[in-house]
């Protein structure tokens, strides 16, 4: 089978398209492909699929309230944000905050962003600070039972801080 396209290449890719609720099937070569492709990444790209993410939220009394919010900062408006799916600047965060909200956690499960380390790297990171700030208190404690005279109390507060520094020490 020949490209639909050039008509002269073999087809190795099938393309199935619907438009306008019409079925369309074509047969292209790997250049006519990719020539294709690229047309489409043009006409539909991540920008377009932010934009109409914003278009899912319900209709709203607010939608004039929308249009006339504008970043001072780039003068970008919610409505060209609409357009184009993409902010002017930093600032645009702030400005459209209120109406941001929805669609990132809609988009990324959460409206807060809390890094990239895997979940197991965090619990370990904070074991291990929960571990320092325990000793910091403990040495703090035993300074002052020390202080007071309170020695039975300074020798429970001293072997505890020697049995966590064991631990320490053997867990690298």
Known sequence: MLCDICGKNPATVHLTEIIDDQMN?????????RT???AMEQQFGLSDLLAGMVDFQKPSSKEE???????PSCGLSYADFK???RLGCGECYDVFRK?????LKRIHGSNQHVGKSPLKIKT???RVSKKKIDLAELKEQLQKAIQKEAFEEAARLRDQIKEIET???KEG
């Open 36 to 38: 294709k492709s690229a």
């Open 167 to 169: 631990k320490k020490g």
């Open 124 to 126: 370990t990171l904070t």
């Open 65 to 71: 309230e929308l249009v006339n919010i504008k970043c």
């Open 83 to 85: 357009k184009i799916g």
């Open 25 to 33: 099937e074509l047969h292209l070569c790997e250049e006519c492909a």
């Open 99 to 103: 109406y941001l909200a929805p669609l």
